[in-house]
């Protein structure tokens, strides 16, 4: 960091207009598990917000305000410190958007294009802010937001919260209603000081026990080559399961009294197993840890990492590997503790070449995603999955409507698109065959 940068924040810290904070327990796993610099652009979160109805560009800035007020992650940077990073909260901070006029013909190609450049442009993690809006305006009356942030600040639930805030003070600045928003009722840094009172060494003692237990003899599904570079821009292929399909998914999980989530778990370990030829398979999947009541309305990086392992007995029932997998998985989530301690108990060394643990993620992403419509205005919040170098594979299932939309992130140097086209293929072929013979063994569910 520039002198020039050290004396502006001394300024800000010894007036008051800034504080300091340490990194909360998620954002502790970016810096010390992650394969990736905190700083990379694959830790960007995306999404697309379609914005119908007449709004000025100065009515636009003026209700982003109101939000930078409410939520002090947005007016977040990361400085670097002896004992490791840790966070920077202003008092006051301008928002940041800019707008782009478009053509209402413009192809949908041409959209991907801009709101890409607007995805990967890098974040100045020390000056900040982590986050950027770019509105496309197509008319008056019709508008993109394209809105990426840095997964240090936020996740899922996170973007979700913001299209909440942007609508009401759209609303406040339409009405001449107050000047800001409501306070959120706690503050993200108030939740970290919560998180790191709670998680001592009494609560977590029984938790690593259970997963040095549950974690015993796991193995690498593949190896990854010496050679071979690290791609943090994992390749992302797109496939439904529609209504047809995941209807009866969603029956099978009522009578088989599993959740959605273990039925395509247990499903995805079928396919996996086929894939890749292994019959023990530990994947990764997201948590909300938004347990109380009192942070739904914050923006911040909440969410935990769950380790679930699968081990496959080809001559067995799937109804009875679903019913292995339901139970395991609910232990599992019982036991979640923060990743980066997890990590330390385990005693694996974070590696440039893979992520701790686990290399593959599987989420069932069901967080509130708001569209958000009143009298001449509505907010549609379309979340676009881009990965992490974290994992070698990802497989991130959103319900959509009736459908299920299956989306395949990859790294490239590991894995080419037909290998995962295939992948794909076999999925959606077990996931039939367990609607139809829940009883068939796993070993030819993928005929």
Same mark, same amino acid.
């Given at each position: 960091?520039?002198?020039?940068?050290?004396?502006?924040?001394?300024?800000?810290? %010894?007036?008051?207009?800034?504080?300091?904070?340490?990194?909360?327990? @998620?954002?502790?796993?970016?810096?010390?598990?992650?394969?990736?610099?905190?700083?990379?652009?694959?830790?960007?979160?995306?999404?697309?917000?379609?914005?119908?109805?007449?709004?000025? @560009?100065? %009515?636009?800035?003026?209700?982003?305000?109101?939000?930078?007020?409410?939520?002090?992650?947005?007016?977040?940077?990361?400085?670097?410190?002896?004992?490791?990073?840790?966070?920077?909260?202003?008092?006051?901070?301008?928002?940041?958007?800019?707008?782009?006029?478009?053509?209402?013909?413009?192809?949908?190609?041409?959209?991907?294009?801009?709101?890409?450049?607007?995805?990967?442009?890098?974040?100045?993690?020390?000056?900040?802010?982590?986050?950027?809006?770019?509105?496309?305006?197509?008319?008056?009356?019709?508008?993109?937001?394209?809105?990426?942030?840095?997964?240090?600040?936020?996740?899922?639930?996170?973007?979700?919260?913001?299209?909440?805030?942007?609508?009401? !003070?759209?609303?406040?600045?339409?009405?001449?209603?107050?000047?800001?928003?409501?306070?959120?009722?706690?503050?993200?840094?108030?939740?970290?000081?919560?998180?790191?009172?709670?998680?001592?060494?009494?609560?977590?003692?029984?938790?690593?026990?259970?997963?040095?237990?549950?974690?015993?003899?796991?193995?690498?599904?593949?190896?990854?080559?010496?050679?071979?570079?690290?791609?943090?821009?994992?390749?992302?292929?797109?496939?439904?399961?529609?209504?047809?399909?995941?209807?009866?998914? =969603?029956?099978?999980?009522?009578?088989?009294?599993?959740?959605?989530?273990?039925?395509?778990?247990?499903?995805?370990?079928?396919?996996?197993?086929?894939?890749?030829? !292994?019959?023990?398979?530990?994947?990764?999947?997201?948590?909300?840890?938004?347990?109380?009541?009192?942070?739904?309305?914050?923006?911040?990086?909440?969410?935990?990492?769950?380790?679930? =392992?699968?081990?496959?007995?080809?001559?067995?029932?799937?109804? %009875?590997?679903?019913?292995?997998?339901?139970?395991?998985?609910?232990?599992?989530? !019982?036991?979640?503790?923060?990743?980066?301690?997890?990590?330390?108990?385990?005693?694996?060394?974070?590696?440039?070449?893979?992520?701790?643990?686990?290399?593959?993620?599987?989420?069932?992403?069901?967080?509130?995603?708001?569209?958000?419509?009143?009298?001449?205005?509505?907010?549609?919040?379309?979340?676009?999955?881009?990965?992490?170098? =974290?994992?070698?594979?990802?497989?991130?299932?959103?319900?959509?409507?009736?459908?299920?939309?299956?989306?395949?992130?990859?790294?490239?140097?590991?894995?080419?698109?037909?290998?995962?086209? %295939?992948?794909?293929?076999?999925?959606?072929?077990?996931?039939?065959?367990?609607?139809?013979?829940?009883?068939?063994?796993?070993?030819?569910?993928?005929?």
């Amino acid at each position: 960091m520039s002198e020039e940068k050290r004396a502006r924040f001394r300024q800000w810290l %010894e007036r008051g207009e800034a504080c300091l904070h340490p990194l909360t327990l @998620p954002q502790r796993e970016l810096w010390e598990t992650s394969s990736a610099p905190a700083g990379d652009v694959s830790n960007h979160i995306c999404c697309l917000i379609n914005v119908r109805g007449l709004i000025t @560009p100065e %009515e636009c800035v003026a209700s982003l305000q109101r939000v930078v007020n409410r939520q002090e992650v947005l007016r977040l940077s990361i400085l670097p410190g002896k004992n490791g990073p840790v966070q920077l909260i202003r008092a006051r901070a301008e928002p940041v958007m800019r707008f782009c006029d478009i053509s209402p013909q413009t192809p949908v190609e041409k959209i991907e294009e801009l709101a890409l450049q607007t995805f990967s442009e890098p974040f100045d993690l020390v000056q900040g802010p982590l986050y950027r809006v770019e509105v496309l305006r197509r008319a008056p009356d019709d508008q993109l937001m394209v809105f990426a942030i840095h997964h240090a600040i936020a996740d899922g639930w996170t973007l979700g919260v913001f299209v909440q805030d942007l609508c009401a !003070a759209y609303v406040q600045q339409r009405m001449r209603g107050p000047d800001k928003l409501p306070p959120v009722p706690t503050s993200y840094c108030a939740w970290g000081a919560a998180e790191r009172a709670f998680w001592q060494s009494a609560e977590l003692e029984p938790r690593i026990a259970f997963w040095k237990s549950r974690l015993t003899g796991i193995r690498r599904l593949w190896s990854v080559p010496d050679e071979a570079d690290v791609v943090f821009l994992p390749r992302r292929l797109i496939s439904q399961l529609p209504a047809e399909i995941s209807g009866p998914v =969603r029956e099978l999980a009522r009578r088989s009294g599993a959740t959605l989530f273990s039925t395509l778990l247990a499903a995805f370990q079928v396919t996996l197993s086929r894939w890749s030829g !292994a019959e023990d398979i530990v994947v990764g999947t997201p948590v909300a840890n938004r347990t109380r009541q009192d942070v739904r309305e914050t923006m911040g990086y909440f969410s935990g990492v769950v380790p679930l =392992r699968g081990q496959l007995e080809r001559g067995r029932p799937f109804s %009875e590997h679903l019913r292995i997998v339901h139970q395991s998985t609910v232990d599992s989530f !019982a036991s979640a503790m923060p990743f980066a301690e997890l990590v330390r108990a385990i005693g694996e060394r974070p590696s440039p070449k893979h992520n701790p643990i686990f290399e593959v993620r599987f989420a069932l992403q069901n967080h509130p995603v708001p569209d958000v419509e009143i009298r001449e205005l509505s907010l549609k919040l379309r979340m676009r999955s881009t990965g992490t170098p =974290r994992f070698d594979l990802g497989c991130e299932i959103t319900e959509l409507g009736e459908a299920l939309e299956v989306v395949w992130l990859f790294r490239k140097d590991l894995f080419s698109q037909p290998e995962i086209e %295939e992948l794909g293929r076999l999925f959606r072929t077990v996931v039939e065959n367990i609607c139809r013979v829940p009883e068939r063994r796993t070993a030819v569910l993928t005929n």
